[in-house]
């Protein structure tokens, strides 16, 4: 009877719940490449056209002065702000529905 209980518990899942999974990894991938992408975009468009937009606050004479953290802390800025406007492509609400459901 010890040996029994040894083993590890099986988890009871059903296909929708693994479907969802699988699907809701590939849309963080897809999240992450599309936040990375975005403001890769975005970097080089403020360096590129800094000076023809200059209503939007990007100085250029500012910008190739800076040092390199500054460029980097403003990416992950702007990654961080992709990644708050292409949130709501996950479905939270869908796991919520499937547990009361069940």
């Known amino acids: 009877k010890l040996y ?8 009871k899942r ?6 969802t999974n699988q699907h809701m990894y590939k849309i963080f991938y897809f999240l992450f ?14 360096r590129n056209r800094a000076l023809e937009e200059w209503y939007l606050g990007f100085d250029a004479t500012v910008e190739a002065s800076v040092a390199w953290y500054t460029h980097v ?8 702000a992709f990644l708050v ?4 492509m996950v479905p939270i609400s869908l796991y919520v529905s499937m547990e009361l459901v069940r």
């Open 14 to 19: 059903t296909q929708i719940e693994l479907a």
């Open 4 to 11: 029994l209980n040894l083993n590890d518990p099986v988890h």
């Open 73 to 80: 802390t403003r990416g992950i800025r702007d990654w961080a």
């Open 33 to 46: 490449v599309l936040c990375c992408v975005f403001a890769t975009v975005l970097g080089v468009t403020r």
């Open 85 to 88: 406007l292409f949130s709501l």
